[in-house]
C-alpha cells in the first residue's frame, strides 16, 4: 500500500485539510514482477542460441574453415541455431500480440471440414517422416463463424505437437463434433476439436503448466524437435480470444487429448 499525503492550504498559513491517497499496489508490483520474469525468461532463450552461433563461427575463423567436413558440420548448427532464433522471435512476437488482445478477429463463416482437411494436409510430409497415420473425423457441411487464419493456426500448432510428441507409427486423430450445452435436446452452440495422439503422454504434475510459456515437461526433446515452449500459450490465447475453453487429458506412455471448445456463433 502506498500512501500519499499532500496538504490542501487556500495560503501558506491557512490549512484547509490534508488530502490523503491510498494507492493499492499489489496488482501493479505484480505484473512489473511478471514483465520482469517474462523478459529474463525470454533473454536466456534467445542466449542459447546466439551463443551457438557465436561459439562454432569463432572456432570456424580459428581455423576449423580448412576441414571441409568439419567446417560443413558447423556450418550446419550456425544454419538451425539461425532458424531457432526466427522461429523464437516469431513466437514471442506473435504471444505479445494475442496476450495483449491487441488483434483484432476477423469472424467469417468457416465450412470446417475444408479447413481441418487443409490443415491435415499442411502436416502430412512431417506425418510421414515418422511413419505416423492422421486421421480426421468431421461430419460434412459443418459450419461455425471464426477467425479462419487464427482457427487453422489453432490446430496445426496442436497436430504438430502431436506428432512431435509421439513415437514412430503412431496416430494422430483431430476429430470434430457439434455439442449443446445445458439439458439435452437442446440445439447445438459449440464446436468441440478433440486432438488426440499415441504418443508419450504428460506427467500429472505437469499438466496444470504446460499452458504456461516457456513450459516444457522435457526441455532437451523440445529443443530438439525444434519447440519454442510457446505453442500452447499462443493457442490458449487464440482459443481464449474466441471465447472457447481448451482442456488436456493425458497418460504417461498412452497418449494425449487436447479438448477444445468454440462457440458457434458471435
Ligand atoms: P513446445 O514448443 O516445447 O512443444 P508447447 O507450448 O507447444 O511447447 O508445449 C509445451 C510442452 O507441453 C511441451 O514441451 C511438451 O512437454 C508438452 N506437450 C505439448 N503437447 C504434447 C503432446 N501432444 N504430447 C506430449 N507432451 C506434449
Not at 82 to 103: A, Q, T
Not at 225 to 232: D, K, R
Not at 248 to 264: A, C, D, Q, R
Request: hydrophobic share 40%.
Amino acid at each position: 500500500l502506498e500512501i500519499n499525503l499532500s496538504p490542501i492550504s487556500e495560503t501558506e498559513e491557512d490549512w484547509a485539510g490534508v488530502l490523503i491517497v491510498l494507492h493499492d499496489i499489489t496488482a501493479m508490483r505484480r505484473l512489473e514482477r511478471m514483465r520482469s520474469e517474462f523478459v529474463a525468461n525470454v533473454s536466456h532463450e534467445l542466449k542459447t542460441p546466439i551463443a551457438a552461433v557465436k561459439g562454432f563461427a569463432e572456432t570456424l575463423l580459428a581455423g576449423a574453415l580448412n576441414d571441409k567436413e568439419t567446417a560443413k558440420s558447423f556450418l550446419q548448427i550456425i544454419f538451425d541455431e539461425s532458424e531457432r532464433l526466427n522461429r523464437l522471435i516469431g513466437d514471442i512476437l506473435e504471444l505479445s500480440k494475442v496476450e495483449s488482445k491487441r488483434i483484432p478477429l476477423q469472424f467469417s463463416p468457416v465450412l470446417l471440414n475444408t479447413l481441418l482437411a487443409n490443415c491435415l494436409n499442411v502436416m502430412k510430409t512431417e506425418a510421414k517422416k515418422k511413419l505416423i497415420e492422421l486421421e480426421l473425423i468431421a461430419p460434412e457441411d459443418l459450419y461455425m463463424e471464426a477467425d479462419e487464419d487464427r482457427l487453422r493456426q489453432i490446430m496445426i500448432n496442436l497436430l504438430s505437437n502431436g506428432i512431435n510428441y509421439t513415437p514412430e507409427g503412431g496416430k494422430v486423430k483431430l476429430k470434430v463434433e457439434p455439442v449443446a450445452s445445458g439439458s439435452e435436446g437442446k440445439e447445438a452452440d459449440r464446436i468441440r476439436f478433440t486432438i488426440s495422439d499415441t504418443g508419450i503422454g504428460i506427467p500429472k504434475k505437469d499438466l496444470p503448466r504446460i499452458f504456461e510459456r516457456f513450459y516444457r515437461v522435457d526441455k532437451a526433446r523440445s529443443r530438439s524437435s525444434g519447440g519454442t515452449g510457446l505453442g500452447l500459450s499462443i493457442v490458449k490465447h487464440l482459443v481464449e480470444l474466441h471465447q472457447g475453453t481448451i482442456r488436456v487429458e493425458s497418460e504417461v506412455g498412452i497418449g494425449s487429448k487436447f479438448i477444445i471448445e468454440l462457440p458457434i456463433l458471435h
